[in-house]
């Protein structure tokens, strides 16, 4: 079991930039050993994959509209991951969660996740 806890998202206007963080933890299984993604579910909309870190942090992905603005990264002493994000945009607003897979090659699905955070809102004026 996993517990994941987003914080840093907020409300800032189109150009500004955010950074969310997502603390994990684990009584079973090390924070290292899991991929981990941010997803974000704008109203009325379906979730979408935004990004993905592998357990070293040596891969990463991203949606495309994010690619050049977003990145992701992790601290695995500090059981955290990050998300920076740059020239924001009002069609960026969403609200973000974290995720964690147990796979080592982190996924861009949902269903390649096991463990899902809350979620925090990002709101994005223009």
């Known amino acids: 079991q996993v517990q994941l806890v987003e914080s840093g998202g907020g409300l800032v206007q189109a150009g500004g930039s955010l950074r969310l963080s997502c603390v994990a933890s684990?009584?079973?299984?090390?924070?290292?050993?899991?991929?981990m993604g941010w997803f974000r579910q704008a109203p009325g909309k379906q979730r979408e994959f935004v990004s993905a870190?592998?357990?070293?942090?040596?891969?990463?992905y991203y949606r495309g509209s994010v690619k050049g603005r977003f990145t992701i990264s992790r601290d695995n002493a500090r059981n955290t991951v990050y998300l920076q994000m740059n020239s924001l945009k009002p069609e960026d607003t969403a609200v973000y969660y974290c995720?964690?897979?147990?796979?080592?090659?982190?996924?861009?699905?949902?269903?390649?996740?096991?463990?899902w955070g809350q979620g925090t809102q990002v709101t994005v004026s223009s």
């Open positions: 995720a964690a897979g147990g796979k080592p090659v982190a996924g861009t699905a949902i269903h390649d996740y096991d463990y």
């Open positions: 684990s009584r079973s299984r090390s924070f290292s050993n899991y991929a």
């Open positions: 870190i592998s357990w070293t942090g040596g891969t990463t």
